[in-house]
Structure formats: C-alpha cells, structure tokens
C-alpha cells in the first residue's frame, strides 16, 4: 500500500510543483518507487520541468476513463520517478473518477505525490483517503502564511489536516522581515511544522538544468524531510544550516 502525499497550497507560486518533484527524487534515493500527479489541470508544468514534455500523449483525463498504465511515463532523468501529467484542458477530473483511480495507484507505488494547484479543492481533497497526508507549502510572507491557514481551515471541515513546509527559506532575509523565527510563521499557519527548503539558485534553475546535487542544500532538506515523514527519526534542521 502506497503512502500518499498532497502537496496544496494556499497562494500560487511558493513552490509546490518543486517541492513536489524534491520530495519524489528523495524517495527515489530512498529506492522507493514514487508515482508524482500533476493536478494542475490546464497549467500542467510537471511534465515541462522533468523533460518529458514531448513524449505525452495520455494524461490525467485518459488515465481517469479507464486504463491508466498508457498515462503513466517514467522520468528518465530521474530513475525511480514515474509522472502523470495533467490534462491540458479544465473541467476534465471529476471527483468521483479521480476516487476510482486511486485504489489502482495505490497497488503499484510505495509513494505517490499530488501536486495539487493553489487554492482550496475540498471536492477532490475528500477523494484522497483519510490516511493521505497533506503538506501545504508557504513562503516566509504574510499572505502566503494566511492562505495555508486558510487551506488547513478547508480541510479541517473534512476531517483532515495538513503540515507545513516552509519554502524559499533564507535566515537572513527573515530576520530583516515580518517574521523574525519559524515559531511565529508556525503560530499564525496554526500548522505542524514538517519540513524547511531553502531558497536557492540551484531550485530557482531546476526546469532548466534539471539537476538535484546529491549532497546540495535543497537536496538535503528533501531528504531530511523525505525521511521524517518515512518515519525516521530526524529533528529539524538547525536554521542558520538551512
Ligand atoms: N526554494 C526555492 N528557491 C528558489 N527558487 C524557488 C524555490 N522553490 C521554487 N522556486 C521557484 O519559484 C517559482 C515557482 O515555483 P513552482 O512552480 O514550484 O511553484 P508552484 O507553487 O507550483 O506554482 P503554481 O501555484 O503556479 O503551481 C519557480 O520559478 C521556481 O523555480
Ligand atoms: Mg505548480
């Protein structure tokens, strides 16, 4: 049975689909077999930052009709990651299709990750069982911070929570901000604190270069946080490491 990650967020553009793609080549490297969903329907983008962009010909709403395997692609560059990119139209993942797929991915992978776009799905969020886990990224800025409050209060009403993943991390500049510590960010999110990813030139480049070095800053994080929610015991990071 897969372990099943929704990577959400309450503000675009923090970083989901990279920290999305993170976490799956942590596990990767933790010889897991990883399935990464791109549910972003009409802004597909996984399939674009993991070079297999020319090679779709199925996505989403196909593995959603019926036989799924055609839409699933291995990532070549990334040995251990298969992808299923999203539609390219919207309005094609119905809640009660995507509830049907899921038992059929459940039996093939040891991790599968949403990538969920910004904003508050509650309909497909139910889809997911109650075992899921869902991680909602924010950035260190009081808008991104609100918005993941916000997400945690949506899901709360079906029963679920969600944990943090504070991106773009940079010790300097939250000292100089609104947020002085990590304590504040987690008490406004009003969220557990999972994992922090730094803010780095090698992930801001990542759909170009298409390179995680293994004992990099992002990299590390990813497998910090890969192996936390593997259940390993792993403390957070000391911040001025980060
Ligand atoms: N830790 C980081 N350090 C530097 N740049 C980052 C980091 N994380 C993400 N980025 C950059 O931020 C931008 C947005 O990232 P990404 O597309 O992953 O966000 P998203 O939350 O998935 O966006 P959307 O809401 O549109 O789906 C990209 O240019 C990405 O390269
Ligand atoms: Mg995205």
Redesign the pocket.
């Known amino acids: 049975m897969s372990r099943v990650f929704a990577v959400t967020?309450g503000?675009?553009?923090?970083?989901?689909?990279?920290?999305?793609i993170g976490l799956a080549v942590a596990f990767s490297r933790m010889k897991k077999r990883v399935l990464l969903v791109d549910m972003?329907e009409g802004?597909r983008?996984l399939d674009l930052?993991l070079g297999v962009d020319k090679d779709i010909v199925f996505d989403l709403s196909d593995a959603l009709k019926g036989e799924y395997e055609n839409a699933v692609y291995k990532v070549e560059k990334f040995p251990g990651i298969s992808l299923i990119a999203a539609p390219g139209k919207t309005g094609l993942i119905s809640e009660e299709d995507f509830s049907e797929l899921l038992p059929k991915l459940y039996k093939k992978y040891d991790i599968i990750i949403f990538?969920f776009?910004?904003g508050i799905d509650v309909p497909l969020y139910s889809a997911l069982d109650e075992k899921s886990k869902f991680l909602t990224?924010a950035v260190p800025e009081p808008v991104s911070v609100r918005d993941a409050a916000a997400v945690n209060e949506a899901l709360s009403l079906t029963g679920r929570t969600a944990e943090l993943i504070i991106?773009?991390?940079d010790v300097k500049k939250m000292r100089k901000g609104i947020y002085h510590n990590i304590d504040d960010m987690i008490d406004l999110s009003g969220l557990k604190l999972s994992g922090i990813?730094?803010?780095?030139?090698?992930?801001?480049?990542?759909?170009i270069k298409r390179k995680l070095r293994k004992r990099g800053k992002?990299m590390k994080a990813f497998m910090r946080i890969a192996e936390r929610l593997d259940g390993k015991k792993k403390g957070l990071p000391k911040f001025k490491k980060i």
């Open positions: 967020s503000k675009g553009g923090v970083g989901k689909s990279t920290f999305s972003d802004l983008c930052m990538d776009p910004a990224v991106n773009k991390f990813v730094p803010e780095s030139d090698e992930l801001a480049l990542f759909s992002p």
